[in-house]
Nanobody, 117 residues
Framework: QVQLVESGGGLVQTGGSLRLSCAAF????????MGWYRQAPGKQRALVAR???????NYADSVKGRFTISRDNAKNTVYLQMDSLKTEDTAVYYC???????????WGRGTQVTVSS
């Protein structure tokens, strides 16, 4: 297992921005697809965005045009830039290694994002 450590969450007002980071330790992730998921209270964990090793990306419809996933292989880190935040973006955000949620059981512990109106 690669240790994945998320950071950058916090409290922000509607319309604001946050950038989440997912730093990987113990192995190089440049050859891995990586994803961001989120789980709101009472809801299932759901895909937000993912990025392949070659850089192609995929987004949930609810965040298209507002969120951007990227990676810095030199830093062994994946980012999620979140702009124009809405109250419905409030959730715990998790970093995952793999293209599909079932491809590995390698998850970070999550970081809380709270968007207030």
């Amino acid at each position: 297992q690669v240790q994945l450590v998320e950071s950058g969450g916090g409290l922000v007002q509607t319309g604001g921005s946050l950038r989440l980071s997912c730093a990987a330790f113990g192995s190089i992730i440049s050859a891995d697809a990586m994803g961001w998921y989120r789980q709101a209270p009472g809801k299932q964990r759901a895909l937000v965005a993912r990025i392949a090793s070659g850089g192609s990306t995929n987004y949930a419809d609810s965040v298209k045009g507002r969120f951007t996933i990227s990676r810095d292989n030199a830093k062994n880190t994946v980012y999620l830039q979140m702009d124009s935040l809405k109250t419905e973006d409030t959730a715990v955000y998790y970093c995952h290694r793999g293209w599909n949620s079932w491809s590995t059981n390698n998850w970070g512990r999550g970081t809380q994002v709270t968007v207030s109106s």
